[in-house]
C-alpha cells in the first residue's frame, strides 16, 4: 500500500475542530479549522512568525 501523502498529526475537538495537517511529500504544515465539519470548514498553511511555512522534515 503506498504512503498517505497527507497526514493528520493533531486534532483538537468534537465540534469546534481545529486539525493540524502534514503534506508528507513536502513537509508543509496546515490548519484545518471549522465550526461543525458538515457545515464546511476552512484551511491555510502555518506559518512561524516571519510568515515563512512551518515545514516537517519528512524522510
Do not use: H, W
Amino acid at each position: 500500500m503506498a504512503k498517505d501523502r497527507f497526514v493528520e498529526v493533531y486534532s483538537q475537538g468534537v465540534i469546534n475542530v481545529q486539525k493540524i495537517i502534514v503534506d508528507t511529500k513536502t513537509g508543509v504544515n496546515y490548519l484545518l479549522a471549522s465550526s461543525a465539519m458538515t457545515v464546511g470548514c476552512g484551511m491555510s498553511i502555518l506559518t512561524d512568525q516571519d510568515g515563512k511555512p512551518i515545514i516537517t522534515p519528512v524522510k
